[in-house]
Structure formats: C-alpha cells, structure tokens
C-alpha cells in the first residue's frame, strides 16, 4: 500500500535534490493547496498533487500505459 502523503526525504530521494530543498518544494506545493482550499500538514506533500506538479500528464499517461499492458 502506498502511502498518501510524501516526506522530506523522500521528495529529496525522488529528485535527487538535498533535504533543505524538498522541504522548499514541499512548502511551495503545500501553499498552492492551501490556495485551493485544502487542508496540509507541514513537511509532507500529497503524493497525487506532487507527481502532477513534478511530472504532468507525461506521468498519467506512462502509469496508464503500465496498467494496461
């Protein structure tokens, strides 16, 4: 089971990026919800919202090409 919510570290494991950063990007991301209306928890990110942002329809579309092969 995957879990909903994305830590710090694993953000920085994701993009490769250092702790300091994904907890940047993750504040960042967490404002755009904030904006829209949406409950957050500070240093963590939807694990949805994130890849949307980070990788757009290009990963909607490889995800759905992997459950339907």
Not at 12 to 36: D, F, G, H, W
Not at 44 to 59: A, K
């Amino acid at each position: 089971m995957t879990k909903q919510f994305m830590r710090a570290e694993e953000v920085a494991k994701e993009l490769e990026v250092s702790k300091s950063y994904a907890y940047k990007l993750i504040q960042q991301l967490n404002t755009e919800l904030q904006e829209k209306g949406y409950i957050t928890i500070a240093g963590r990110v939807n694990r949805q919202y994130f890849r949307e942002r980070l990788y757009g329809e290009l990963q909607r579309k490889e995800e759905n090409a992997i459950v339907n092969a």
